[in-house]
């Protein structure tokens, strides 16, 4: 166990996988995403093949170490933080793009600071990069998915924050694989109904 600020001992492997939620090896690369209450969104990602690690915690905001009771105060707290799931991968395995497309068609990306009943800034659509490159590959499946929801005639506009990841800070160990833990635990992910199919590559 590893002992972390504020929020305790946090376990040092994956409830699912057995791989570690802190070393990763040097052939992977991470996006942060954001889907509402983390528990459903991290199940969502530890199923895709290629995926290596999930970790439950928060990003986005503006102040540090956050802990999921001051996560939860929303709009009382300035430049609040995000429930989010670091996703960590093996791009031999799974390409960025189709992790993205997962992120797409798991929520509602116009719903802003809610997503179904939860309510609240923590509960934001958000992508959050360790690159630039990543970032505009973010932005511009963005603007692709805003296309194909007009096409079904949505005319709700995408919400989702995309930008570079500040820092991500992990959520209490409890979190951490909670559907896994707790099988038949609240799962409040519900998409759109539109495919996201992937972009052709420029």
Request: proline share 6%; net charge negative.
């Amino acid at each position: 166990m590893r002992t972390l600020p504020k929020i305790g001992p946090v376990a040092e492997t994956h409830h699912v996988n057995g791989n570690s939620l802190f070393e990763f090896p040097d052939n992977t690369n991470s996006i942060t995403f954001g889907l509402g209450c983390f528990w459903g969104a991290e199940r969502r990602f530890w199923e895709q093949k290629g995926v290596w690690s999930t970790q439950a915690g928060y990003a986005g905001g503006g102040y540090p170490n956050p802990t999921y009771e001051e996560t939860c105060k929303g709009a009382s707290m300035k430049n609040q933080h995000a429930e989010v799931v670091r996703v960590v991968f093996d791009p031999s395995e799974v390409e960025l793009e189709s992790l993205i497309q997962v992120f797409w068609e798991a929520h509602d990306p116009t719903q802003g600071d809610r997503q179904g009943n939860d309510r609240g800034p923590q509960y934001r659509s958000a992508i959050y990069t360790n690159t630039e490159e990543d970032l505009a590959i973010a932005r511009s499946s963005r603007d692709f998915y805003q296309a194909e929801l007009k096409k079904s005639n949505i005319n709700s506009v995408i919400t989702t924050e995309i930008k570079m990841l500040d820092e991500f800070y992990y959520a209490e160990d409890y979190h951490q694989q909670y559907l896994s833990k707790n099988p038949w635990g609240y799962c409040g992910l519900k998409g759109t109904g539109v495919s996201c199919p992937l972009p052709p590559k420029k």
